[in-house]
C-alpha cells in the first residue's frame, strides 16, 4: 500500500481519495488520519463542528480497513449537519434543548453514505433550527466574517479542508449561499432527489438535502450514490453550452464580488466558446420571493409547533421572532403561493426551453463582516420554492475572499444541470485550495 504524506492525502478530491482507497493504494486510516490532524490545526480557529469523536472514527475506519473498502465512497470523510440524524453521534439541531439528544437511526443519507464505505468524521454545526440564528462556526477566509447559514459548519469544514464532503439542508438559500461564501460547491438538486427523512422539518414542499464538496464532480459522484441514479455522473465534457445569464430579481442587491463573478463567468464562458445570452428578468419573478416567504411561513410554523408552542424548549430571540413573523401566514395565503409556484414553474420552463442552463448570483457579495446574521438569502428562494437544482461553483477571490456563481437547471435534469455545471467549473478554472 502507497505511503502517501498528509499533505498528499488533503491534496485528493473525493473522486481520487475514494478511487484510490478502493484500489488499495490509500489507507482509510491513513485518510482518517490526515483529516483529524487537520482538524486539530484549523478548527479552534474555524468551529465548524459541534460533536467530534476521533477515536470512534478511527475505529470506523480499521474496521473498514479489515474488511476491504470497495464501496463507491470508500473513505470518503464526512461532516453531517447537526439537523441530520445520526444514530452513534448527538444531534441536537443546533438547539440548546436538544443537545445530546441520539437518534435511534441514521438518516438515509448517512446510512447509504455508510454502507458505500464513507467515514462520518462529526456533527457539523447549524444554526438553530437551521434558521436564521447563528452558531459559533467563523468563515474559513476570515474568522471575522460569517460562513452563512444555515449549514455554516459544513461549508466552512469543506471549505477549511477538514472535509471532502458535508451534508446540507436549504429550505431558503441554506446550501448555495454559504457555499459561495467558503469558496467550495454547493449542490441543492432537484427537491425530492435525496430523501429528507429523519431531518429535522422546516418546511416539506422545500427542505432539500444538498451537498458540499470541492469539486463539481464530488458531488456528482455522492449524488449518484445518495439518490441511486449512478447516471448523474458526467461522462465526457460538454461543448458548446447554451447559457441563459439571469440577474435575479431584485438585481440591485449585487454588490461588487458578485457582479465581477458573473462578469468573468461570461467571459470565461464565451472564450471557451459557450454560448452566453442574457435572459430578460419577467415581471412576475420578483413576486417568487413572497411567495416563498408564505410557503416557507405556513410550514414552518407547523412543523415547529411543538418547539414554537412549549415552554420546555429554549429558543434564541431571533428564532423566536423568525417564528412569529412567519405565522402570519394564512391558509388561504399559502394556497395562492402554492399555486404560484405552479402556474409560473411552466413560465419558466419556456423562458429556459433554449437555453441548458441559467447562470444568476449565488449570493448578494463576498461573505459579510460580522458574526450575528448569515447573510441574505434573496438570490436563492426562486429557485428553492420552484424546487429547481442548483449549483453553486467558485468563480474569483474578490479581495481576497471567494464569491461563486450559481448554475440553474430545469426541475428534474439533474444529471445535465450537474454536466453543465462541471463545464463552467473547468472554463472558470478557480483553482481550489484550503482556506
Given at each position: 500500500?502507497?505511503q ?9 478530491d473525493?473522486?481520487?481519495?475514494t478511487?484510490?482507497?478502493?484500489a ?40 473498514l ?11 470518503l ?5 447537526d439537523?441530520i ?6 444531534t ?5 434543548s ?34 436564521a ?24 469544514a469543506?471549505?477549511?479542508g ?26 441543492k438538486?432537484t ?5 429528507t ?13 444538498g ?6 464532480a ?26 441563459g445569464l ?9 454588490g ?36 416563498h ?9 407547523s412543523?415547529?409547533?411543538?418547539e ?32 404560484f409556484r405552479?402556474?409560473h414553474?411552466r ?23 460580522g ?22 461553483v467558485p ?10 456563481v450559481?448554475v440553474?437547471?430545469a ?7 450537474l ?17
Amino acid at each position: 500500500m502507497t505511503q502517501l504524506s498528509p499533505d498528499s492525502i488533503l491534496a485528493l478530491d473525493a473522486v481520487a481519495l475514494t478511487g484510490a482507497v478502493r484500489a488499495g493504494t490509500l489507507s482509510p486510516v491513513a485518510v482518517t488520519e490526515a483529516y483529524l490532524d487537520r482538524i486539530a490545526t484549523r478548527d479552534e480557529t474555524v468551529r465548524a463542528w459541534e460533536y467530534l469523536s476521533p477515536g470512534q472514527v478511527l475505529e470506523a475506519a480499521r474496521a473498514l480497513l479489515a474488511r476491504g473498502p470497495q464501496g463507491a465512497l470508500a473513505g470518503l470523510p464526512i461532516a453531517v449537519k447537526d439537523v441530520i440524524a445520526t444514530h452513534d453521534m448527538p444531534t441536537g439541531y443546533g438547539n440548546v434543548s436538544y443537545a445530546g439528544t441520539r437518534p435511534v437511526c441514521d438518516a438515509p443519507c448517512v446510512a447509504l453514505s455508510r454502507a458505500a464505505d464513507g467515514l462520518v468524521l462529526g456533527k457539523s454545526v447549524s444554526t438553530e433550527f437551521a434558521m436564521a440564528s447563528p452558531g459559533k462556526t467563523r468563515n474559513p477566509f476570515d474568522p471575522a466574517r460569517t460562513p452563512g447559514g444555515s449549514s455554516s459548519g459544513s461549508c466552512a469544514a469543506v471549505g477549511a479542508g477538514m472535509a471532502l464532503l458535508g451534508f446540507g439542508t436549504q429550505t431558503a438559500g441554506s446550501v448555495i449561499r454559504p457555499a459561495s461564501y467558503c469558496g467550495v460547491v454547493g449542490y441543492k438538486p432537484t427537491h425530492g432527489l435525496i430523501n429528507t427523512a429523519e431531518v429535522k422539518v422546516l418546511a416539506q414542499s422545500l427542505d432539500t438535502i444538498g451537498l458540499l464538496t470541492r469539486t463539481v464532480a464530488d458531488a456528482a459522484l455522492v449524488a449518484s450514490v445518495l439518490g441511486r441514479r449512478p447516471d448523474l455522473m458526467p461522462e465526457g465534457t460538454v461543448t458548446g453550452l447554451r447559457i441563459g445569464l439571469f440577474h435575479t430579481a431584485p438585481f440591485d442587491k449585487a454588490g461588487p464580488g458578485t457582479l465581477a463573478a458573473l462578469e468573468h463567468a461570461h467571459r470565461a464562458l464565451s472564450g471557451a466558446g459557450h454560448r452566453v445570452s442574457v435572459l430578460p428578468v419577467p415581471d412576475w419573478f420578483e413576486h417568487s420571493h413572497l411567495a416563498h416567504h408564505r410557503v416557507m411561513g405556513f410550514e414552518v410554523t407547523s412543523a415547529l409547533a411543538f418547539e414554537r408552542l412549549s415552554p420546555q424548549v429554549h429558543m434564541t430571540d431571533m428564532t423566536r421572532d423568525f417564528l412569529a413573523a412567519k405565522a402570519g401566514v394564512s391558509a388561504e395565503d399559502y394556497d395562492a403561493a402554492l399555486a404560484f409556484r405552479d402556474l409560473h414553474a411552466r413560465k419558466l420552463a419556456d423562458l429556459m426551453a433554449d437555453v441548458d442552463v441559467l447562470l444568476a448570483p449565488a449570493a448578494p457579495d463576498v461573505a459579510p463582516l460580522g458574526l450575528g446574521a448569515t447573510g441574505d438569502p434573496v438570490f436563492n428562494t426562486p429557485w428553492t420554492l420552484f424546487r429547481m437544482p442548483a449549483i453553486t461553483v467558485p468563480a474569483l477571490r474578490w479581495q481576497g475572499l471567494p464569491v461563486g456563481v450559481q448554475v440553474i437547471g430545469a426541475r428534474h435534469a439533474d444529471r445535465k444541470t450537474l454536466a453543465a455545471a462541471q463545464a463552467i467549473e473547468a472554463a472558470l478554472d478557480y483553482g481550489w485550495t484550503a482556506a
